[in-house]
């Protein structure tokens, strides 16, 4: 009963060369297939998860009283939905990229989806495969894992998205003082790099709990706080009135038995023991998991933090968090920016 659905979507790939194949649904590669495809160009967008939206998906709204914080996350559902109404774009979820081969100008595709490899072809093809978020438990002074109260920043946005408040995961309890530790995976030996937005996103999850929970106590590690909007310096003089900042990233999170964390901290010239109930760790931006294969697979040279560089010239395409770390707004901004040599590209085959 399934195969019939796999051969009309094997037949309507192959029908025709696409103008550009899209890789990934992100809000890079949704605004990407978007725009080209109000513009008229006939678009394959793939993406290997089920759901289109990555990462973008997963935020919530972060507006305080009302009044927008400029997020961004809103512009996810707005893209997708635009995506899904224009005939021109065609999502495909689920569905990954095994290889491509030039004939010509045009990239024969093979690809694979629920098992079944199918073939496409198209005129351009742009990466726009995203990050992976730095994965804490490689990091073992962190100690992420082994305590309830050692959390990711996705890990609060879920549990604010199904409690409308801060909860210790397991106990349920209700933290009274909390830290944000910064720049974890970033800014380091193994990756040098600020990743650009872990600063604006924890500032705007800790502005939102502190609406939420105004006895919450909440502290800040971190090495330097990057300026994330427009309204920020103004901003900061608030921002520093309601938190602590503590201009150090701390060596180790000792969980205890009582669930708090210990961290040790110079104040003031002496070395401290301060107490939390939860940790927030402030996770940068890695390359993706399938970076390293889309790079062999059409021919890509990384850049020094082993992100994409891209090589236009051949007709294939980076943008967004594929070429470097970047929020929302700026993945947006290079789109808009960045298809201006698309279409030029496109354009010699009419
Ligand atoms: S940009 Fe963010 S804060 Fe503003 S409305 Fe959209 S989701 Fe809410
Ligand atoms: S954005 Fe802030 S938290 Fe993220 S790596 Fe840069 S300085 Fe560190």
């Not at 491509?100 to 629920?114: M, S, T, Y």
């Not at 998205?161 to 397991?170: E, Q, S």
């Not at 060596?251 to 038995?257: A, R, S, T």
């Not at 890509?300 to 007709?315: I, T």
Request: charged share 25%.
């Amino acid at each position: 009963m399934l195969l019939r659905p796999k051969i009309f979507w094997r037949k309507s790939l192959e029908a025709k060369p696409w103008d550009v194949l899209v890789v990934g649904a992100g809000i890079t590669g949704l605004e990407t297939a978007k725009l080209l495809g109000e513009m008229g160009f006939d678009v394959l967008l793939v993406e290997k998860k089920p759901q289109l939206g990555g990462h973008a998906a997963l935020y919530q709204c972060k507006a305080l009283d009302g009044k927008c914080v400029e997020c961004g996350a809103c512009l996810v559902g707005d893209a997708q939905r635009k995506v899904l109404s224009n005939k021109k774009v065609v999502p495909m979820t689920g569905t990954t990229i095994l290889n491509c081969q030039r004939e010509g100008n045009l990239f024969k595709l093979e690809l694979v989806r629920e098992g079944v490899v199918s073939f496409a072809s198209a005129k351009a093809v742009i990466l726009c495969n995203g990050f992976r978020p730095f994965d804490p438990s490689t990091q073992k002074n962190l100690s992420y894992g082994k305590s309830n109260s050692i959390l990711t920043a996705l890990e609060v946005e879920d549990i604010l998205r199904n409690n409308g408040k801060l909860l210790r995961p397991g106990s349920h309890e209700v933290p009274k003082s909390i830290c944000f530790i910064q720049c974890v995976g970033s800014r380091n030996e193994r990756n040098i790099y600020c990743s650009r937005v872990c600063c604006g996103y924890a500032i705007r999850i800790a502005n939102l709990l502190k609406s939420l929970q105004p006895d919450l106590d909440i502290t800040f590690f971190y090495m330097d706080i990057q300026t994330f909007s427009r309204s920020f310096v103004d901003d900061w003089a608030k921002i520093r009135e309601k938190f602590t900042f503590i201009r150090q990233i701390p060596g180790e999170l000792i969980p205890n038995k009582d669930g708090t964390i210990s961290i040790y901290a110079k104040i003031d010239g002496v070395i401290k023991e301060l107490f939390y109930d939860l940790v927030i760790l402030s996770c940068g931006i890695t390359p993706s998991e399938d970076l390293d294969q889309l790079a062999q697979i059409f021919k890509m040279k990384k850049n020094k933090d082993g992100f994409l560089s891209p090589s236009p010239e051949n007709g294939v395409f980076a943008l967004g968090t594929a070429t470097g770390p970047k929020g929302i707004a700026d993945c947006i901004a290079e789109v808009r920016c960045g298809l201006g040599g698309v279409v030029e590209y496109l354009e010699a085959w009419r």
